[in-house]
């Protein structure tokens, strides 16, 4: 029975780390792809209006718009692995929340997020912020997760209430 202190470097699999402003970009273009994907796919002929998936989603009542936000705080997470300012973390958190919410109420909401656009616009915010040298290095992580999270938690409550009122008409509509 033999130790070696050599290693068998073939069957260990190779990995690329990219180097820190390569890795940042391709973080900054999945931000982007995913804000063009949810606010910006198709444009709707005859307008200067683009659709995404965001208010397409909305049309599933109850959980598609919590499909489509959910999808969008991996643009918060991203911000969050960059380690931007928390006063942007904020502003991303507001952005979603008032996506959700306004969303959450059928045919206005569709209508209100083709119009804000909330992933766009964080990606915007993630691209500016990422971008400056004067950002801070170490963040509270706990305030992060703190937003992320009460962020969710009002997005998964203004479904849940929507959800609720719509049973309530339907029980009230099918007693009649």
């Given at each position: 029975m033999?130790?070696?202190?050599?290693?068998?470097?073939?069957?260990?699999?190779?990995?690329?780390?990219?180097?820190?402003?390569?890795?940042?970009?391709?973080?900054?273009?999945?931000?982007?792809?995913?804000?063009?994907?949810?606010?910006?796919?198709?444009?709707?002929?005859?307008?200067?209006?683009?659709?995404?998936l965001?208010?397409?989603?909305?049309?599933?009542?109850?959980?598609?718009?919590?499909?489509?936000?959910?999808?969008?705080?991996?643009?918060?997470?991203?911000?969050?692995?960059?380690?931007?300012?928390?006063?942007?973390?904020?502003?991303?958190?507001?952005?979603?929340?008032?996506?959700?919410?306004?969303?959450?109420?059928?045919?206005?909401?569709?209508?209100?997020?083709?119009?804000?656009?909330?992933?766009?616009?964080?990606?915007?915010?993630?691209?500016?912020?990422?971008?400056?040298?004067?950002?801070?290095?170490?963040?509270?992580?706990?305030?992060?997760?703190?937003?992320?999270?009460?962020?969710?938690?009002?997005?998964?409550?203004?479904?849940?209430?929507?959800?609720?009122?719509?049973?309530?008409?339907?029980?009230?509509?099918a007693?009649?």
């Amino acid at each position: 029975m033999g130790f070696s202190s050599v290693r068998d470097t073939e069957s260990e699999p190779q990995v690329r780390v990219l180097p820190r402003d390569e890795a940042r970009e391709h973080l900054l273009s999945i931000a982007d792809v995913l804000a063009k994907a949810l606010d910006t796919t198709v444009k709707i002929p005859g307008t200067s209006w683009y659709i995404g998936l965001d208010p397409l989603l909305g049309l599933i009542p109850g959980v598609g718009d919590v499909i489509a936000n959910l999808i969008g705080t991996v643009i918060l997470g991203i911000a969050t692995r960059l380690q931007l300012p928390r006063i942007v973390l904020a502003r991303m958190s507001l952005n979603l929340l008032i996506n959700g919410t306004i969303g959450a109420i059928p045919i206005v909401g569709d209508l209100f997020s083709v119009w804000f656009r909330s992933h766009a616009r964080n990606a915007v915010l993630l691209r500016e912020a990422a971008l400056k040298l004067d950002r801070e290095t170490h963040t509270d992580w706990f305030y992060v997760g703190g937003i992320i999270g009460g962020t969710v938690a009002v997005l998964l409550l203004a479904i849940a209430f929507i959800i609720w009122v719509v049973y309530k008409l339907w029980v009230m509509l099918a007693s009649l």
